[in-house]
């Protein structure tokens, strides 16, 4: 069993910078990709990033892309997500989530085994 928790979230205007962090329990969470999605009111939750265990490799959704980075420190069971630049369009309760296998089918709910409770964040215009 792992559990995630988000933090960091919160109200920042546009073009203003955030940046969560997901603390995982367990021991294991170095084996463990990590995956970060958001989801707005009305809408589903939609893939935003994706690590590898051992971090040498990133993906991102299209629409984040030069804009947010997604990091890790296994020593300190931590993932984070780097948000600049940011938009109205972003607005969403962010959650990370472990997949234990890692997948080529990262941007898919299904492929991912725990979720945190989620973090709340407000891009005003």
């Known amino acids: 069993q792992v559990q995630l928790v988000e933090s960091g979230g919160g109200l920042v205007q546009t073009g203003g910078s955030l940046r969560l962090s997901c603390a995982a329990s367990?021991?294991?969470?170095?084996?463990?990709?990590m995956g970060w999605f958001r989801q707005a009111p009305g809408k589903e939750r939609e893939f935003v990033a994706y690590?590898?265990?051992?971090?040498?490799?990133?993906r991102y959704a299209d629409s984040v892309k030069g804009r947010f980075t997604i990091s890790r420190d296994n020593a300190k069971n931590t993932v984070y997500l780097q948000m600049n630049s940011l938009k109205p369009e972003d607005t969403a309760v962010y959650y990370c989530?472990?997949?234990?296998?890692?997948?080529?089918?990262?941007?898919?709910?299904?492929?991912?085994?725990?979720w945190g409770q989620g973090t709340q964040v407000t891009v005003s215009s």
């Open positions: 989530a472990v997949s234990k296998y890692g997948s080529t089918l990262f941007t898919r709910i299904t492929q991912y085994d725990y």
């Open positions: 367990g021991r294991t969470f170095s084996n463990y990709a």
């Open positions: 690590i590898t265990w051992s971090g040498d490799s990133t």
